[in-house]
C-alpha cells in the first residue's frame, strides 16, 4: 500500500473499507471474517466499529491484554495479570468503565488551565520585560558613550591647553634669554668702538712729534682688559614624560564591571497569584530567630561573618583558621590564613570565593579552591574591614601606618580604583583608628561605622557625602557606638548598636532615617553583621561567637 491513496482491506478476505477493527491485533475486519478472527485463542480479542478505533484500553505491562480494572492508586489501567501477580494489593480498583474518558481528562484540563492561565501569561510577562531592558541597554550605551566623548573632548582641550602654555612658556624664556643677548651684544659693540676710538687716538699720538701732545697721553687699556664675562645660556627642552595606561586611566576613569545577576522566579505552584517582588519585602514587628549556631575560633573575639549561600556561613576569629558552617553548626570547610595571622575581615565575592584582609602583613588575598593568594600588597596603609560590591569591586578601609589617617579604597582586582578619604570641603570623613566596618547598599552608597565618631557615614559611589546617622535625638545614655553593619535588598541599613546597656539593631531606610529597633537577639558587643539572599539577618556575637539568623522581614 502506498500513502494516502492506499485503501483500508480486510486483513483477511481484502474487501475494503471494512467497517471493524480489533484493537489488540490492530487489524481491520469485514463483519463475514469476525468469526475466523476469533478463532484465535491464543490471546483476547477487542472488535469495535471502526469509529471508535483505540479507544480499548491495552495493559501497558502485558501487552495483548485488555484493561477492565483501573487503579485509583497508581492512576493507570490494569487487566486481569496485573491483579492475579498481586502487583495492586489493598488499591482501590474500580471497573474502567466507571472511569470515563471525561474523568481521564480532568488532570489534562487542569495542565491546560494552568498552562493558558499561568505559566503563558508568567512567560509573557517575562518575555515582554526584555525588550525594555534592550532598549534600557541602547539608552544607557548612548548615553554613557556620549559621555566619554564628551570627557574624552574635555580631556583633549585641556591637554590643548596644557600644549598652548608650554609653547608659550617656551616662547617667553626663548624670547628673554634673546634680550639678555641682545643687551650683551649692544653693550660690547660699545666696547668695541671705544677701543676703536682708542687705537685710533693712540695712533695719531705716536706719529706725532709734538712734546706737548705726547706728554698728555693716558692709557686707557686698563678700562679694556677685564673682558665681559661669557655668557652660558641654557636653552629651554622639553622632557615628555613617558605614557602609562594606567596612570591615564586614573586621570580618564574607568568602566564598572559588567555583571548578570539572575533574580529567580521561584516555582509557579509555590507562588501566590500577586508575585511580589524582593523590594516588597515589609518589616515583621516580631523578629525570630531561624538558627543558633557556636562558631568555634579558639579564645579571642569573632572578627567576621559572610553568607557564601542561604545555607553556608564564613567565620574568622583571632586565629589563623577560617571556617565554613553550615546551619546546623556542622564545619563543611577550614582554610589557614596564608601568613598563620589572623584575619581583620572576611567577605564572599560574586562569584563565591572568599577574601580577607591580613592587618598585620599589610595584605589583601583570596581563596580560589583550596589555595590562597595574595590579590593585594598595601605600603604605608594597613587593611581593616572589607566587602565586595555589586559590580565586582573590593571596598577596603584602610589606617595610615601612624595612626592619624583613615580612608576607603575601591580596587578592580589588584588595580586601585578610587580613594575616598575627604569630604567637599576638604575635611576628613572618617576617624583616625578606631572600629570601623563597611558595606555596600543596593543603591550602591558607601555605607560605613565610624564607632570612634559614634556615625553611621553614608557616601554615593562617587564619593560624596549623602548623610551621617549619630542616632535618635535622644541618644543614650554613654553614647552611641556603632559596630557591625548590613543592607538589605529594599536599600535599609541595618546597624549593631551599643548603648551601655545592650546591643541592639537599628535599621534605615536608605536616607538613614530610623525605622525601627532590633532588640531580642541576647546580643554582646561589639557584634558583626551581614544578609543572606533571602534578606534574613546573620548576626555574630564577638564575646560568645554565637551566630544567628534572624527573620525580620517577610
Not at 124 to 150: C, D, R, V
Request: a negative charge; charged letters at 25%.
Amino acid at each position: 500500500m502506498h500513502c494516502a491513496e492506499a485503501k483500508i482491506q480486510c486483513h483477511l478476505c481484502e474487501t475494503t473499507d471494512p467497517p471493524l477493527h480489533c484493537d489488540i491485533c490492530d487489524i481491520y475486519l469485514c463483519k463475514k471474517c469476525v468469526g475466523e478472527h476469533f478463532t484465535d485463542v491464543s490471546k483476547e480479542h477487542k472488535v469495535v466499529q471502526i469509529e471508535q478505533k483505540g479507544s480499548t484500553s491495552i495493559c501497558q505491562k502485558h501487552f495483548q491484554n485488555i484493561c477492565y480494572l483501573f487503579c485509583e492508586q497508581c492512576d493507570i489501567p490494569i487487566c486481569t495479570l496485573c491483579v492475579h501477580a498481586g502487583e495492586h494489593l489493598g488499591h482501590i480498583q474500580v471497573n474502567i468503565k466507571w472511569k470515563t474518558i471525561e474523568t481521564l481528562k480532568e488532570p489534562l484540563q487542569r495542565d491546560l488551565k494552568e498552562l493558558k492561565e499561568s505559566i503563558y501569561p508568567k512567560y509573557k510577562k517575562i518575555a515582554s520585560g526584555i525588550p525594555i531592558q534592550k532598549a534600557g541597554l541602547k539608552e544607557n550605551s548612548q548615553k554613557f558613550t556620549s559621555a566619554i566623548e564628551q570627557h574624552g573632548e574635555k580631556l583633549h582641550r585641556e591637554i590643548d591647553d596644557i600644549i598652548s602654555e608650554l609653547k608659550s612658556d617656551f616662547l617667553e624664556m626663548d624670547s628673554k634669554c634673546e634680550d639678555v643677548l641682545s643687551k650683551q651684544e649692544d653693550e660690547i659693540t660699545r666696547t668695541i668702538s671705544k677701543i676703536k676710538q682708542a687705537i685710533a687716538d693712540l695712533e695719531i699720538v705716536i706719529n706725532s712729534d709734538d712734546v706737548a701732545i705726547v706728554s698728555t697721553y693716558r692709557s686707557r687699556n686698563a678700562e679694556f682688559r677685564k673682558l665681559p664675562p661669557k655668557l652660558m645660556v641654557s636653552l629651554a627642552s622639553f622632557t615628555p614624560l613617558e605614557a602609562n595606561k594606567k596612570q591615564i586611566l586614573k586621570q580618564l576613569g574607568y568602566l564598572s564591571v559588567l555583571s548578570f545577576n539572575k533574580e529567580e522566579h521561584g516555582d509557579i505552584k509555590d507562588s501566590p497569584d500577586d508575585e511580589s517582588s524582593p523590594l516588597d519585602r515589609k518589616l515583621i514587628d516580631e523578629p525570630n530567630i531561624i538558627t543558633d549556631i557556636n562558631a568555634k575560633h579558639g579564645d579571642g573575639e569573632l572578627r567576621g561573618v559572610a553568607c557564601l549561600t542561604d545555607a553556608q556561613i564564613w567565620t574568622c576569629g583571632q586565629d589563623n583558621i577560617l571556617r565554613l558552617y553550615s546551619l546546623q553548626g556542622g564545619i563543611l570547610r577550614s582554610i589557614q590564613t596564608r601568613s598563620g595571622n589572623h584575619p581583620s575581615d572576611i567577605a564572599v565575592t560574586r562569584n563565591g570565593e572568599l577574601v580577607y584582609t591580613d592587618y598585620i602583613d599589610r595584605t589583601i588575598n583570596i581563596v580560589k579552591n583550596e589555595n590562597v593568594e595574595t590579590l593585594i600588597r598595601l605600603v604605608n596603609w594597613k587593611p581593616l574591614r572589607v566587602c565586595c560590591t555589586s559590580s565586582g569591586e573590593l571596598l577596603v578601609v584602610v589606617d595610615s601606618d601612624d595612626g592619624k589617617q583613615t580612608k576607603v579604597v575601591s580596587y578592580i582586582g589588584s588595580t586601585e580604583k578610587q580613594s575616598i578619604q575627604y569630604d567637599e570641603s576638604g575635611k576628613p570623613l572618617y576617624s583616625p583608628g578606631g572600629m570601623k566596618y563597611i558595606t555596600e547598599n543596593r543603591n550602591q552608597d558607601i555605607c560605613v561605622t565610624d564607632e570612634k565618631a559614634q556615625a553611621v557615614v553614608v557616601v554615593n559611589r562617587a564619593g560624596k557625602s549623602r548623610f551621617t546617622y549619630t542616632t535618635l535625638p535622644n541618644p543614650p545614655e554613654g553614647g552611641f557606638h556603632p559596630y557591625g553593619i548590613a543592607t538589605d535588598s529594599q536599600s535599609r541599613i541595618l546597624t549593631a548598636v551599643y548603648d551601655t546597656i545592650f546591643v541592639r539593631i537599628h535599621i534605615l531606610d536608605k536616607d538613614g532615617q530610623f525605622l525601627r529597633y532590633i532588640d531580642n537577639c541576647d546580643l554582646d558587643v561589639p557584634s558583626v553583621l551581614c544578609t543572606d539572599g533571602r534578606d534574613n539577618l546573620v548576626v555574630a556575637a564577638s564575646r560568645t561567637k554565637n551566630v544567628k539568623k534572624v527573620q525580620y522581614c517577610m
